[in-house]
């Protein structure tokens, strides 16, 4: 009799330990994915990988899924549910999708400016204007065939931010030969515009990033207040991953995450690709995304 206790004994620590072992190692180590729609200045810079590898210093069960598109497509998949939390940079379209209840949590976390590139001769003489004269010298260069533009055309931040510059501008470029809207990524746009010696409006990280490949470029116009470029993370209205986006956002906001941003590129390029919050007031920062997605700059 006490032979069979002990074999049952045997069989109830064996089933215990073998349900122990299970949940330890396929249920509690199991991995949590959260998809990130990202703006593509973000991922293609490295500073998304970058801020991950430290992320998962302490959350090592969530896997980051980064999806890189132009801002109103990161948007679009939110709107799909297909994304549990975006990384965008375009307030006009941010403030829509957050009236129509897709996206909520708005957290700025990084800051940085658009710049307008083009050859180094500049045969459109934009060196030195404010965003919207040079616009305007671009499109009279280029209807004398003295000049080529290339637009993402993709609905991104940078490309909304352009079409913002053309309609201050009081003029329209869609459809003339020297307008080209490459359907591209930042760094591809950049790519194009180098090849064919053309302006383009990009973030001054993505241009730096890929400067040594541009040698057929260089900063004509910057520092002008429609050209500030504000970074926002929101959460996605009916995600299942809540909690883990939460974290995440909140990990953008930490002192870590904040050093990194402050530190990225410096070592390479003499200066941050992107800034941190701290350096600037946040109301600072709420006041000029207000702005920007009312559409006043002044």
Known sequence: MSRKILVLAAVVIVAILATYMFYKYFYLSRKTVVIVSTTTSLYATGLLDALAEKFQEKHSNIVLNFVAVGSGEA??????????????????????????????????????????????????????????EAFKRIFEAGEKGKALFVSRGDLSGTHVRELIIWKKAGLDPHGRKWYIESGTGMSE??????????????????????????????????????LFNIYSAYLV????????????????????AQKLIANYGVKDYG????????????????????????????
Request: hydrophobic share 40%; aromatic share 12%; glycine share 6%.
């Open 189 to 226: 746009t950049l790519m194009i515009a180098n090849e064919k010696k053309a302006y383009t409006l990009s973030d001054i990280g993505t241009f730096l990033k890929f400067q040594k490949q541009l040698k057929e470029l260089k900063i004509l116009a910057s520092g002008d207040t429609i």
């Open 271 to 298: 200066i941050p690709l992107f800034y941190p919050i701290s350096s600037k007031p946040l109301s600072y920062l709420e006041k000029a995304w207000e702005l920007l997605a009312e559409g006043s700059y002044e």
């Open 237 to 256: 209205k009916g995600s299942s991953k809540l909690k883990e986006a939460s974290l995440f956002i909140e990990f953008l906001k930490s002192s870590k």
């Open 75 to 132: 948007l679009k998949r939110a709107e799909k549910g297909d994304a549990d939390l975006v990384l965008v940079h375009a307030p006009n379209l941010e403030k829509k999708y957050i009236e129509k209840g897709v996206i909520f949590n708005r957290t700025i976390f990084a800051y940085n400016f658009f710049v307008i590139v083009g050859p180094k001769d500049d045969p459109a003489h934009i060196a030195g204007l404010d965003p919207v």
